[in-house]
């Protein structure tokens, strides 16, 4: 599996300690940026949309100072459901119920949290039952009949 990840300054370390214990599992690319100096989310995770949008990658994680800034400029990129998430469960139920294809998390999360997230993330899969089928299906029939 590849996985994407980028965040801006207030993600960088957090985005730094998560690359070091994903790196052995799977395939990573770092989409930035590259060192605590101010830097804007929106580029951050309009990159990182693109490259799950397009495939290039199979899922992506993003952080900011929130999570919740840089989960609004991925939801910009058609095809991309990324949800904010702070909580195991969250991972979960994100992937499970909604195939999200991003997580946002907060960079100022305990290390360790944010490892039992991503990790519930990356391994579960999406239930591909009616009602989820039809509800993501009712999300990308909206995609491609307005301008986002």
């Known amino acids: 599996m590849k996985i994407a990840i ?13 690359i070091d214990y994903l790196k052995d599992k799977y395939e990573i690319l770092d989409l930035g940026t590259n060192n605590e100096d101010a830097a804007d989310y ?16 199979d899922l992506g994680i993003a952080i900011c100072g929130s999570g919740i800034g840089i989960s609004i400029a991925c939801n910009k990129v058609k095809g991309i459901r990324c949800a904010k998430v702070d909580s ?7 992937r499970k119920d909604n195939d ?6 907060n960079g100022s999360i305990d290390f360790s949290k944010a490892i039992e997230i991503i990790d519930k993330f990356l391994n579960t899969p999406f239930e591909p039952n009616d009602r ?7 999300i990308k029939e909206y995609e491609e009949t307005t301008k986002i």
């Open 6 to 18: 980028a965040s801006d300054h207030r993600g960088f370390v957090l985005k730094g300690k998560i």
């Open 42 to 57: 929106p580029i951050y995770g309009i990159k990182l949309g693109e490259t799950v949008a397009n495939k290039e990658v």
């Open 88 to 94: 195991i469960d969250d991972a979960y139920l994100t």
């Open 100 to 105: 999200a294809n991003v997580i946002a998390l």
């Open 132 to 138: 989820y089928i039809r509800r993501i299906n009712e």
